[in-house]
């Protein structure tokens, strides 16, 4: 039974990274990569929230040709849809999460995701309630609406949540297995646009917070890490 072994010996693996103390030495060596994330999230947040600003109540060509691409996928999708949006970047799935690890008494790690989920409501509640843009209800008038979901649309919180726990989880896999956050935040990006309750720029919004989150958590100092604990 080669392949329960294989997956008996990944889970294994991955369950004592998770279980240790700290997770400083399965970061050593990639800071730099961090420090490009962030710098790269940062410049994406600025630019996605000024192009955003600018319309506001007025959708540009670009993304509503993106959107409705997306949004016009056939119906039959909408169960598959509901399933990612929710099981993949919901308040439950964030809540979930800590409460696992928890029980699993990976105490750190589920500190570590409580962190950055809190850290990814607060920007996401800041930059929706300074930019208040609306959602594609709000802005068009003919599109497949398969969820009904109020208030601002911009940054997408499904997106945010799908990233920052994904991103933070993706250390502790095998080098082989790496691809799997970024499947996760695409089907969930995909879901909200398809769901007819974002917009593409959401998305991207989203994206942006939860890397931003998850980059400034693992290059700050050391010193700052053990006082918050979160190394």
């Not at 997770?23 to 490009?36: E, L």
């Not at 996401?124 to 979901?149: C, N």
């Not at 007819?196 to 890397?211: I, K, N, R, T």
């Not at 931003?212 to 700050?220: D, Q």
Request: hydrophobic fraction near 50%; aromatic fraction near 10%; proline fraction near 4%.
């Amino acid at each position: 039974m080669p392949t329960i072994r294989s997956f008996l010996s990944v889970s294994g693996a991955i369950l004592r990274r998770m279980n240790a103390k700290t997770d400083t030495t399965i970061y050593n060596g990639h800071r730099s990569w961090y420090v490009a994330s962030g710098i790269v999230a940062l410049i994406g947040l600025v630019v996605a929230s000024l192009m955003v600003w600018d319309t506001r109540h007025v959708i540009s060509g670009w993304e509503t040709d993106i959107f409705h691409a997306i949004n016009n996928w056939p119906d039959t999708l909408k169960t598959i849809g509901l399933v990612i949006t929710v099981a993949g970047g919901s308040i439950w799935l964030a809540i979930g999460s800590i409460i696992v690890t928890t029980l699993c008494k990976m105490y750190r790690l589920a500190w570590r995701l409580a962190a950055v989920i809190g850290a990814g409501y607060v920007l996401d509640f800041i930059l929706k309630e300074g930019i208040d843009r609306g959602r594609p209800a709000d802005m068009l008038a003919e599109f497949h609406r398969r969820s009904v979901e109020t208030g601002a649309g911009f940054p997408s919180g499904h997106t945010t949540i799908a990233t920052v726990i994904s991103l933070t989880l993706l250390p502790y896999l095998p080098k082989k297995l790496r691809w799997l956050p970024f499947v996760w935040i695409g089907l969930v990006a995909l879901s909200r646009i398809y769901l007819g309750v974002h917009l593409p720029l959401d998305v991207f919004g989203g994206f942006f917070v939860g890397l931003l989150v998850v980059s400034v958590v693992r290059i700050m100092p050391q010193s700052w890490k053990v006082l918050f604990r979160l190394d």
